[in-house]
Every structure is written in structure tokens, then in C-alpha cells.
């Protein structure tokens, strides 16, 4: 188990260390009631000769000071594409954040990415640096509260190392807390024994949290939690709940299942070690999460204005986005979108909600500055994948689809849950004025499993013996933050079981299946290959004409692919549980296999959760084979391409659980010797 590194400061220095500490604080509120530029302040004599001393022993250990502690804080917004705010040609107003990438000691990343393609992924690799796959979060976790479900998602179950561990390890006096979507499993301590895993903030080594399980309403958050809030709740132009998943509502018979999303934090005296919010969120959700970290604040500097992690997970702008009534009136009269913008209903929330994220984002900037803690923050803000709304066949939106879906990826191809850059290219800010001099945009290559890196490389810490031989995926930007440029890299990502893969090296990236893809020349087992220096937009196949990188990069993508599936296996040695609560891992390898006992029918979830995976083949021998090698795949159906029942149904379907049903398709059910249990998975 991971724990904090033992204080070896000594009596006199605890003493020593305590004084300067108050000395600071004092200095640092006198500064703040006279608003000058004063540079130092002392009281007495006694008070100056503690600074030397201290000093002195700082000098001798190596070790920093309370008030030298850099803080770190991550702000990730939810299904945002890489055009939408203003400062990159987004319809919205962003006047904070616009503002914000033009101040001292800000970077703007215009090639900056999430980690996955869809929301639980991104959140695992900020958190573990590291490609999520390899900490067996293969897709996302649906449930709304663990009051309405048994939370099933075994994230990182060996306790892969966190950025609340690296600070741990640092320094006794860091407290870490995360804020708003977590998406990453169960707050229950105990959900172990209800079925499930405990996977809180708290699990991963944070000290608290105030956070939601998983999606939830940008606006009247917990509205359905309680009767008599339900007649407050908006629904913006969804005009009903919706996105609402579990039971039976705590709240009662009489309001909808699935549908009470309420904010948790840690309380080891009552049951299940979590207490939930007892008060009616008001209206602008993300406003409640600014105005929780400004008071969280508050107390870091009250208490000796000791450095702080936090991660501020908004949910703007995911599935339901609603707007407030006041700034969707704002758009219409075109103070924060364009005038005559003849914007549907949707497009109303979508903004209005992206306005107030961006008035959230300059709360928490002020917050920050209020406190003094703006200097000395490393501040990390993005998104956790493209913006929604799939565009098939081919990844490409034509303009009729925004007024449904209208999240921007500017000129990029795909959207969220696409292998394209739209699925993953992202709005990307760094500022940390202490280091960063100046401001600039830079295309250089930075994704959200580099936080951890970073933090571990400004505070000199190390992963635990047990893990350092461990894959790591990110890398310290550091040197990017100085003033220099960061090495041409490579990067995957994985979707769909791992069937879904885009790897970039430099300016090259290889797509080999994604989301939107409908049509054959796009689907996995068909190589793209794309110049991005020259078509950012991947429109242009060039794998013909570059037939030694296209080998490289296959080459490339095939040791990276085995490399986590080796991680799945022997590092974080994941049980036989995607996180839908199905049971299949990664999609194996192909082979063809006539051990099958086929029936003709189809195949419909069985008793309990189901998991599928789509896959090609191109008989039912090799779908059939593709089922044996797919650790938990128990039944396959071949549809063949002239049976399919749907264009985007591939033609191989893998599932964890079935019940047969009639039909006119070729269902092969796995002997059970010829099946990959979990003992055989895990052991590797």
C-alpha cells in the first residue's frame, strides 16, 4: 500500500519550520491589506533570524519550505471540442479564459491531447500518467449515484501511484482534493461487499473530495434528488430528465429512476465512510464548484497558506448541458454569441453553458490571486475528448449537424470517441507565472498523462520501488515551460476495446478503425495514414505513397499495443470486468477456430450486465477464432456482410453474457474449455 514518506525533520526544526511558517503568513496578509508591492516585511529581529536559520537547514536537507511548495491544479472541462472557445474561433464568448491565454506565465498548447476519446479514460491517465487502457478503464462507467446502482469499475486495482500520492510523498504539508466528475467508480469504501469496487478520490490517494459519481445536469444538479427540489429542476431543450442511469431514485417512488445526481464527500464516522449534499445546488453548477474551491482556499491560507493539488472536474459541457435562463437571454441578444446567429435550442444551451464554464474558470482565477496562490500554481486546463455527436460515414460533419451537435473541432476530422484528431485534440492552456515567462502559442506535443510527470519533476519524488519498472506514458514538460521546445514523441490512443487505435510519431499519425467510420476504407484492418504538417485535417491518405513509414508506424503501434496489454496483465492485472460491468478484456488477436457449436438465431444480453465488442472477420471461422482469443468472450455472433443488420454493425459481434434469441444470423456459443477465464488472463 502506498503512504506518505516519514517526516524526518527534527524537534528543532518543526519549531523552526513553524515559526517561519507564521512569519510568512503574516507578512503575506500585511501585503495583501495594504495592496502594495512590498517585497518583504518582518516584525522583529527574532522573526528574520528564524528565516536565516531556516535557510540554512533548507540548504543542508535539500528540503523546501512551506511557502516554497509550489501548488498544483488541473481544470478539466467535459466534451469540448478544440474550436469552441472564442480565443480559438468557438461561437461562445470566453472572455476569462481569452484573457487568461494572453497573461504572464501562460502557455496556449494548440497541440495539446486528452489521454481518451471519451470521458473515464481521460480522467484515469491525469491522475496515473499513463495510457488508461493499461489501468483497465477500457471504455466509461454508467450510473448516476450509488444510491441508484452497484458501482462495478475496477480502476487501477494494484493502486497505481497518483498525482495525490506524488504530493504526498513531497511534503506532510499538501492536501489534495478533487471536485466534480470523477467517472472513475464507487465513493463506497465498502462496495466490495455489495458487488462492486471501491474506486473513490480517496482510494487513489486524495485526502477529500466533493465530487458526483459520473455525469450530471450542468444546471439544478441534484434537483431530482429530493421531492421537494424537483419542481426547481431545468431541463433546458431536453424538456424532461434525461442521461439518468440506476434504480430506484433515493428520493422516492414519485420521481424518475436513475435520476438523482448528487455531490459526495468523505466521512469516515458514518456508513460507507461518504456523506452526500444534504442542499439544493443552485442553478449554475459550475459556479457551485468555483465558489467550493475558493473556499477551500480560504482555509490553505488561514492555515499557514500551506500548497495545495486539486483537480476541478467541470461537467460542462457533457450530456444534459442547460443553460441558465439569463445566459441562454444573453446569447439570443447576442451579448455572449454572435448577433442573428439563428442558433437552435440546443445551440442556446450549449453556449450559454460554455460561458458560464469560462465565468467559472475566471472564479477560480481570482480565487487565486485573492489568496496568493496565482504565482506559484501550475494550472493545467483542457477537456476530456472531442466534442459529441458522431459524424458518419467518414468523421466529417457537414454543416446541417451542428444545430443537433454543436460542439466545434474547428477543421479537425472526427469527434469524441474517434481515433481522428477531433476525438482527442483539445483546447490545452498551461500557466505557472513563477516559471513561465511571458505568454505564447506553441504547437508542440503534450497530453494529459504528462501532469504527473511534470509534478513529479518539479517536487523530486519517484514512484514506489514496486511500480518504477512500471510503463509510463507521459513525460515532464518542464523544459516547455522554460522557454524550450519539447522532442517529437509518440502517442497512442485506444477505443472500443482496443479495436478503435491511433498512433502519432512527430508529424505523422496512423488511424486504423474510429467511431464515425461507416464505410470499408476507414475501418479497422485498414491502415490511414496522415501528414499532419500538411493536412491537420486528415483527409488525405498517404499510406501508398510512404510505404516504409506506414511499416514503421504499424511496427511501432503493434510494440506499443502489446506493451499494454502487458501492463493489463502483470502490472495492473485486471480482473475479468470492463467498466460497462461486462466481462471481456481488450479484443485479441485474430485466428480462426471451427471449435464454436453454431445455431442460427441472435444474441441479446443475458442475466446479468453485458459487454460487446464489434470486430471484423471476414468468416464465421475467424469470429469464431476471435471469440477464443478475447479473455471473457462466451458467444459470438458472425453477420457477414450481407447479413448485417445495420451499415455500422461490423461483422463479428463478441459478448460476455447472451440469451439466444430467434433470428437468421450465425451464433457461435464457446465450449467452455476453449474459453479465456479470468485466472488465465490475469496471470498473463
Not at 66 to 71: A, D, G
Request: aromatic letters at 10%; hydrophobic letters at 30%.
Amino acid at each position: 500500500m502506498l503512504a506518505p514518506r516519514p517526516d524526518s525533520r527534527t524537534a528543532l526544526g518543526q519549531r523552526v519550520l513553524s515559526r517561519v511558517s507564521l512569519w510568512s503568513v503574516q507578512c503575506h496578509q500585511l501585503r495583501r491589506k495594504i495592496r502594495s508591492k512590498v517585497a518583504s516585511c518582518t516584525t522583529d529581529f527574532s522573526e528574520m533570524a528564524a528565516v536565516i536559520t531556516v535557510v540554512g537547514l533548507a540548504a543542508v536537507s535539500g528540503a523546501k519550505t512551506t511557502t516554497e511548495l509550489p501548488s498544483f491544479l488541473f481544470l478539466l472541462g467535459d466534451d469540448i471540442g478544440w474550436a469552441d472557445f472564442s480565443y480559438n474561433g468557438g461561437n461562445a464568448s470566453s472572455p476569462n479564459i481569452d484573457a487568461w491565454t494572453k497573461a504572464d506565465g501562460t502557455i496556449t498548447l494548440m497541440d495539446f491531447h486528452s489521454g481518451g476519446t471519451v470521458c473515464s479514460p481521460t480522467r484515469a491517465s491525469v491522475l496515473t500518467g499513463r495510457t488508461p487502457f493499461r489501468d483497465c478503464v477500457f471504455g466509461v462507467y454508467g450510473c448516476s449515484d450509488m444510491t441508484e446502482c452497484v458501482p462495478n469499475f475496477p480502476f487501477a486495482p494494484q493502486r497505481t501511484f497518483t498525482i495525490a500520492d506524488a504530493v504526498r510523498e513531497a511534503s506532510p504539508d499538501y492536501f489534495s482534493m478533487h471536485y466534480g466528475k470523477w467517472h472513475l467508480g464507487s465513493f463506497y469504501n465498502d462496495s466490495v461487499d455489495l458487488g462492486g469496487f471501491a474506486s473513490s478520490p480517496v482510494t487513489h490517494g486524495f485526502d477529500d473530495f466533493n465530487s458526483t459519481v459520473e455525469v450530471a445536469p450542468t444546471a439544478t444538479t441534484n434537483c431530482q434528488c429530493r421531492t421537494d427540489w424537483d419542481s426547481q429542476c431545468l431541463f433546458g431543450h431536453y424538456h424532461k430528465p434525461t442521461h439518468c442511469g440506476g434504480g430506484p431514485n433515493p428520493g422516492g417512488p414519485s420521481l424518475p429512476e436513475g435520476c438523482c445526481f448528487n455531490y459526495w464527500w468523505r466521512n469516515d464516522s458514518v456508513e460507507h465512510a461518504v456523506s452526500n449534499l444534504t442542499s439544493f445546488v443552485p442553478q449554475d453548477d459550475s459556479k457551485y464548484l468555483a465558489d467550493s474551491f475558493t473556499r477551500f482556499l480560504e482555509r490553505r491560507d488561514t492555515d499557514g497558506h500551506k500548497p495545495f493539488l486539486a483537480q476541478i472536474s467541470f461537467h460542462n459541457c457533457h450530456i444534459p448541458f442547460i443553460g441558465t435562463n439569463s445566459t441562454r437571454e444573453q446569447c439570443v441578444q447576442g451579448e455572449i454569441c454572435p448577433k442573428d446567429g439563428g442558433f437552435s435550442d440546443t445551440q442556446l444551451d450549449f453556449y450559454a453553458c460554455l460561458n458560464e464554464l469560462d465565468s467559472s474558470v475566471g472564479l477560480v482565477l481570482t480565487a487565486l490571486e485573492k489568496f496568493g496562490y496565482r504565482e506559484n500554481t501550475m494550472i493545467w486546463f483542457t477537456t476530456d475528448n472531442g466534442p459529441e455527436v458522431n459524424c458518419p460515414p467518414e468523421g466529417i460533419c457537414s454543416p446541417s449537424h451542428f444545430s443537433g451537435g454543436p460542439g466545434s473541432a474547428g477543421p479537425l476530422r472526427g469527434r469524441k470517441r474517434d481515433t481522428w484528431e477531433g476525438g482527442h485534440r483539445v483546447p490545452g492552456i498551461i500557466s505557472w507565472p513563477a516559471i513561465i515567462k511571458g505568454s505564447r502559442k506553441v504547437w508542440d506535443t503534450v497530453i494529459t498523462h504528462d501532469f504527473l510527470p511534470t509534478i513529479m519533476d518539479v517536487l523530486k519524488v519517484e514512484r514506489p520501488k514496486s511500480q518504477q519498472a512500471w510503463a509510463l506514458d507521459g513525460i515532464s514538460v518542464m523544459p516547455l515551460l522554460r522557454g524550450n521546445s519539447l522532442l517529437n514523441r509518440c502517442t497512442g490512443h485506444l477505443y472500443n476495446n482496443g479495436d478503435n487505435k491511433g498512433y502519432r510519431c512527430g508529424k505523422w499519425k496512423l488511424v486504423n478503425g474510429s467511431k464515425s467510420c461507416a464505410n470499408d476504407d476507414c475501418k479497422a484492418g485498414n491502415y490511414l495514414l496522415y501528414d499532419l504538417s500538411t493536412d491537420l485535417g486528415e483527409r488525405t491518405n498517404v499510406a501508398a505513397q510512404n510505404p516504409e513509414i506506414l511499416q514503421s508506424m504499424i511496427t511501432n503501434l503493434t510494440e506499443w499495443y502489446a506493451s499494454v496489454q502487458h501492463s493489463i496483465q502483470n502490472e495492473s492485472m485486471c480482473p475479468g470486468n470492463s467498466p460497462s460491468g461486462g466481462g471481456m478484456g481488450p479484443l485479441g488477436p485474430p485466428g480462426n477456430s471451427s471449435a464454436c457449436t453454431w445455431v442460427t438465431g441472435r444474441l441479446n444480453g443475458g442475466g446479468g450486465p453485458s459487454n460487446f465488442i464489434q470486430a471484423n472477420a471476414t468468416s464465421k471461422e475467424e469470429c469464431c477464432g476471435l471469440c477464443a482469443n478475447t479473455h471473457g468472450c462466451v458467444a459470438s455472433v458472425y453477420y457477414g456482410s450481407k447479413l448485417a443488420p445495420s451499415p455500422t454493425l461490423q461483422a463479428c459481434n463478441l459478448r460476455d453474457n447472451y440469451r439466444m434469441a430467434e433470428g437468421k444470423y450465425l451464433v457461435c456459443v464457446q465450449p467452455k474449455a476453449n474459453r479465456l477465464d479470468k485466472t488465465t488472463y490475469s496471470s498473463g
